[in-house]
């Protein structure tokens, strides 16, 4: 089985990688674990930077994001399966579908963010948009103490 969990620094995140891992997985189950730089995050609000001068914003968001699938993989340390980290930078829907395209999981476990009011109105979820591509399973993980 193949399982490919797209997480980032957030709690839906968090709630979703704790679930996948008090699974009892069968041996020689393969999780790919994905996380995403915004381009948008590599340059800070209100900079001037371009080009070279944002290398060092770069660096700073390539080691957070490396961080996170890091530690996300510890987590599955004692567990019987393979564990693969990938960072990428690009808009979450697009990387997740280059991911899902490229490696065929099984099964695609991401986080949602509980959105209310206009914002829910105004924004689809990355969750809701990757569901509509992906061939297989996929689960949805969200904080529901929010959505009260």
Request: glycine residues 4%.
């Amino acid at each position: 089985m193949k399982i490919l969990l797209a997480i980032d620094d957030s709690r839906y995140s968090r709630i979703a990688l704790c679930r996948v891992v008090q699974r009892h997985w069968p041996f020689g189950t393969e999780i790919k674990i994905l996380t995403i730089i915004k381009p948008k995050e590599i340059i800070p609000r209100h900079s001037y930077a371009s080009g070279n001068d944002c290398q060092p914003f770069y660096e700073i968001e390539l080691k957070r994001a490396r961080e996170i699938v890091d530690r996300a993989a510890l987590e599955f340390k004692r567990k019987p399966v393979m564990v693969w980290t990938d960072v990428v930078v690009g808009s979450a829907e697009d990387e997740i579908f280059k991911a899902v395209q490229d490696w065929e999981p099984d099964l695609l476990v991401v986080g949602l963010r509980s959105l209310k009011g206009l914002i829910s109105l105004m924004l689809e979820s990355i969750s809701d948009k990757v569901a509509g591509f992906m061939p297989g399973s996929i689960e949805i993980f969200k904080d529901t103490a929010e959505a009260q």
